[in-house]
């Protein structure tokens, strides 16, 4: 903050830095918390979802997860638990970026197959899985999906998870043929 630039959704990782030793699935968790630096990471690992870091300190603390084992802070949960910890993380103000894998441990196989046959030459980070953010949930884009299903008490089958959500929309805009004593020189646009 105060810097020239300043922008708090991302987040400055110098090329020389602790990232280097890092395992390439660790590597492709900083890709995406650097320029998601305002958001939770749910990353996808196999059949769960993963919590490193600081928002894995946050999940401990506001979504009541455990701290797995490891070096490293890292929590995580099963993926049918989806809904339950994005709503308890939305509903305390946080901001939750899902990190999906867009292909299958096969796909993965062949594709490193085919690029290699193709004599290009490929770096560790060209032979894991790919992974892309498919979603991003504030209290105000709250959708409800599939993922967002949780299991009745009673074991009767899903009901989605219920709740009004807001979301707000402010536009200031310069006014550059205000002159002095007349209206103020901004226009405010406000969307509800």
Do not use: N
């Amino acid at each position: 903050p105060g810097e020239s630039g300043y922008d708090g959704r991302t987040m400055s990782i110098p090329k020389k830095c602790a990232v280097d030793g890092l395992s390439e699935v660790q590597k492709q968790w900083w890709h995406w918390k650097r320029t998601h630096a305002d958001c939770l990471l749910f990353f996808k690992i196999g059949k769960f979802y993963e919590m490193y870091h600081m928002d894995a300190d946050v999940g401990v603390r506001d979504a009541g997860l455990v701290y797995m084992k490891g070096e490293q802070a890292h929590a995580g949960f099963p993926e049918l638990a989806y809904g339950k910890y994005v709503e308890t993380l939305v509903a305390k103000g946080h901001k939750v970026a899902r990190v999906e894998q867009t292909e299958t441990p096969d796909e993965t196989k062949s594709r490193v197959a085919r690029l290699t046959k193709k004599g290009r030459k490929l770096g560790k980070g060209d032979k894991i899985m790919r992974r892309e953010l498919c979603s991003l949930t504030t209290p105000g884009t709250r959708m409800y999906t599939v993922l967002d299903m949780r299991v009745e008490k009673d074991g009767g089958g899903f009901a989605p998870v219920e709740g009004p959500t807001l979301l707000v929309a402010v536009k200031e805009v310069y006014a550059a043929h205000a002159t002095q004593g007349a209206d103020a020189p901004f226009k405010y646009g406000v969307c509800v």
